[in-house]
């Protein structure tokens, strides 16, 4: 798939967006992935949704975008959305603080499990 015209213009693309990310990074952390994606895609009827917190690092979800990028040419796409979470202060029980991970909830769709960084905007939809 990496050595298909459209993947590598979807790749540059990416690449371009993400200063914090190399082709050849992104290229590296395709294996496996897609087995990922298709985990959590199976059965999804809602949007399926990137959060950056399950991936190890930008060149994971950077990959997955190119992924999810090039399925939206599909017979049937998926929507997606790509969630990059900020951390706040909240308070527990006993008036301690701890960091809570925001995010929007999963609507009838999946989740794309894996740590990283990105924007919160929805693409491919």
């Known amino acids: 798939m990496a050595g298909l015209p ?3 213009e979807v790749l540059e ?3 371009e967006l993400r200063e914090e990310v190399t ?8 294996h496996g992935l897609y087995q990922d994606l298709s985990v959590a895609a199976h059965g ?9 917190r399950h991936y190890e690092s930008p060149n994971e979800v950077a990959a997955l975008a190119c992924l999810l990028r ?3 040419m599909s017979h049937n796409p998926l929507d997606w959305v790509e969630v990059k979470e900020e951390k706040k202060a909240n ?3 006993e008036g301690q ?5 925001e995010g929007p909830a999963d609507e009838g ?4 499990k894996g740590c990283g960084g990105g924007s919160g905007k929805r693409r491919g939809g």
């Not at 999804?44 to 950056?52: R, V």
């Not at 769709?109 to 794309?112: E, M, P, T």
């Open 109 to 112: 769709g999946g989740a794309v």
């Open 70 to 72: 090039l399925q939206k």
């Open 13 to 15: 693309e990416e690449v």
């Open 23 to 30: 082709k050849e990074a992104v290229l590296d952390c395709l």
């Open 97 to 101: 603080a701890k960091d809570e991970e």
């Open 91 to 93: 308070r527990g029980r």
């Open 44 to 52: 999804t009827t809602g949007t399926l949704t990137l959060y950056h």
């Open 6 to 8: 459209k993947f590598q």
